[in-house]
């Protein structure tokens, strides 16, 4: 998956946020905001790796021909 998708950038622009504005108002320098601007980029990259690994549904289990074989009503 790229980090630079479309979900990956908008999930990590909302996790720059804060950090945005604590440069903005003064609290961090920019050179403190820009090393830490990756790190939300690589937050916002795990935040949807996880969430598509949490949406895909799981295959389900093949029935086992054995199974099938063990009907007690078969004469």
């Known amino acids: ?3 630079l998708r479309w979900d990956v950038l ?3 622009f909302l ?3 804060p950090l945005l504005a604590l440069g903005l108002r003064g609290d961090l320098s ?3 905001v820009v090393t ?3 790190w939300c980029l690589a ?3 795990g935040v949807v790796a996880l969430l598509r690994w949490a949406a895909t549904p ?3 289990a093949p ?3 054995a199974a099938e074989d063990a009907d007690p009503g078969a004469p």
Do not use: E, I, K, T
């Open 1 to 3: 998956m790229s980090p």
């Open 10 to 12: 908008a999930v990590s």
């Open 15 to 17: 996790l720059a946020l």
């Open 30 to 32: 920019a050179h403190d």
């Open 36 to 38: 830490r601007l990756p």
């Open 43 to 45: 937050a916002g990259w």
């Open 58 to 60: 799981r295959p389900s």
């Open 63 to 65: 029935s086992s021909p």
